[in-house]
C-alpha cells in the first residue's frame, strides 16, 4: 500500500512503461498462482484447520503451538486484505491532483514535467530519495591557458531605463571587433562576483547555487585568439578550451542562423543540473532555465549599456553544440546562447 502511495505520488504510474512493469508483475503473480494452485490449496487447508489431528491425540504443548501459529496467520490474512482494500480506497478517494493525458495531441513532456514539479505537500515525500551530492561551486579547466582580463568596473554606460527602453534583439553586426575590456564588463556583468562575502553574483540563482557556466566563442575581440574559451568566475579569467575559427560550426549548431557568424562573441550559458538538484530535487529544471534567463538579460542590458547588440538564440542544435563545447549534454547542457557585436549607433 505504501509503496503504491508513493508511486502515484511521484507520478510513476504516469509513464506507460513502469505501467507495463506492473501489469507484468500482475500477471507473472498469476501465472505462479495458476500453476502452484494445489500447493495453495493445500498449504492454506492445512494452516487453517481448525482441529488437524482430532483424530491423533496431541501432545497439549504442541496443539498449543499450532492454535498460536492458526491465529497469527489468520491475523496476518486478516491485515493483508485489510491493507489491501485501505490502499484501493486511498487511491480512488485521494486527489490526485492534475494529471496530463498523453494520449491527447495537446500535450507534450513539458507538460508532464511541469505538472509533475509542482510544490505541494505530498510532494515533500519526493524529498526520501537520494538526490545525489552537492558537486564543486566553480568550474576551471586547469590545463587550458589562462587569459588576464581587464578590470571590468568603474564605466559610465547607459541608465538602466534607458537600456530596457532602447534594448531590441540585433542582428546585423558590423564587421568590427569587440574590445577586450567590453568583454570582460559583459562576463562582469552577466555572471561576475559583485559582493565578495558569499561570493554573490551579478544575476540571481536558487539558494546561491549557481549552476550556470558561459562559454564564449570568439570570432573578433581586439587582442584575443579566436577560439571557445570557458569564462573562470571566481578568477575573472577565460580559459581557452579550443584555438581557431568556430563561425561555421556555431552557425551550423544554430541552424544556419548566419548572424551567429557575423556577431563578434556568441555566449553559450549552459547548466551543471547537479548544483541545483541535490537541494532543489525536482524543481532543479525549472530554476536551471530561470536562472538562463537572468544571465540572458544581463547580458542584453549589459550589451545596450555599452552600445553593442545581441541577440537571444533558442534554436539550437543540442547535441551539436554540446559537442562543440566539449559537454556531456546530461550533467552539463548547453541552454542558451547570446551573441553579441558592434551595430550601427544612430
Ligand atoms: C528564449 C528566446 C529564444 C530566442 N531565440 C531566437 C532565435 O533562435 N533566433 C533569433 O533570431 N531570435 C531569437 N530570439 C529573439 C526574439 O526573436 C526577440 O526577442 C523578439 O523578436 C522580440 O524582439 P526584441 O528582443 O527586439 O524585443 C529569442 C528570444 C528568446 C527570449
Known amino acids: 500500500m505504501i509503496s503504491g502511495l508513493i508511486m502515484d505520488i511521484m507520478g510513476l504510474h504516469r509513464f506507460a512503461f513502469h505501467s507495463q512493469v506492473g ?91 511541469h505538472q509533475w514539479s509542482k510544490l505541494g505537500y505530498p510532494q515533500a515525500l519526493r524529498a ?18 589562462q587569459i588576464e582580463l581587464p578590470d571590468p568596473k568603474g564605466y559610465q554606460g547607459l541608465s538602466l531605463e534607458s537600456a530596457i527602453a532602447t534594448r531590441r534583439s540585433q542582428r546585423d553586426y558590423l564587421n568590427a571587433p569587440l574590445s577586450l575590456v567590453d568583454l570582460s564588463r559583459l562576463l562582469h556583468l552577466a555572471c561576475g562576483i559583485t559582493h565578495a562575502p558569499g561570493e554573490l553574483r551579478a544575476a540571481p540563482s536558487a539558494g546561491a547555487l549557481y549552476p550556470l557556466e558561459v562559454y564564449p566563442v570568439v570570432h573578433r575581440v581586439e587582442g584575443l585568439q579566436s577560439g571557445i574559451y570557458h ?8 580559459e581557452l578550451l579550443q584555438p581557431g575559427d568556430f ?7 544554430g541552424l544556419g542562423q548566419n548572424f551567429l557568424g557575423q556577431a563578434s562573441v556568441c555566449f553559450v550559458i549552459s547548466g551543471i543540473f547537479q548544483r541545483t538538484r541535490w537541494k532543489y530535487h525536482e524543481r532543479t529544471y525549472r530554476y536551471v532555465l530561470m536562472e538562463a534567463g537572468h544571465m540572458g538579460q544581463n547580458l542584453y542590458l549589459g550589451a545596450t549599456s555599452l552600445g553593442l547588440g545581441a541577440c537571444a538564440i533558442g534554436a539550437f ?29 544612430g
Open 23 to 113: 501489469y507484468t508483475w500482475v500477471i507473472l503473480a498469476f501465472v505462479h498462482l495458476v500453476f502452484n494452485w494445489g500447493k495453495v490449496k493445500a498449504y492454506w487447508r492445512h494452516r487453517f484447520r481448525l482441529h488437524p489431528h482430532q483424530d491423533l491425540p496431541t501432545p497439549p504443548k504442541q496443539l498449543q503451538q499450532l492454535e498460536h501459529t492458526q491465529k497469527s496467520d489468520r491475523r496476518s490474512l486478516f491485515f493483508s486484505l485489510l491493507a489491501m482494500a485501505g490502499g484501493f480506497i486511498l487511491g480512488r478517494l485521494l486527489p490526485t491532483g492534475q494529471t496530463v493525458d498523453f494520449s491527447s495531441q495537446k500535450t507534450d513532456g513539458g507538460m508532464f514535467y
Open 128 to 145: 526520501i530519495l537520494n538526490w545525489g551530492e552537492q558537486p564543486a561551486r566553480y568550474k576551471t579547466y586547469g590545463d587550458a591557458r
Open 231 to 238: 569564462y573562470a568566475i571566481q578568477q575573472h579569467k577565460l
Open 247 to 253: 563561425r561555421a560550426a556555431v552557425v551550423t549548431a
Open 317 to 345: 542544435l543540442d547535441d551539436a553544440l554540446n559537442h562543440l563545447l566539449g559537454l556531456d549534454g546530461q550533467k552539463e547542457a548547453a541552454l542558451y546562447l547570446i551573441t553579441v557585436g558592434r551595430v550601427e549607433t
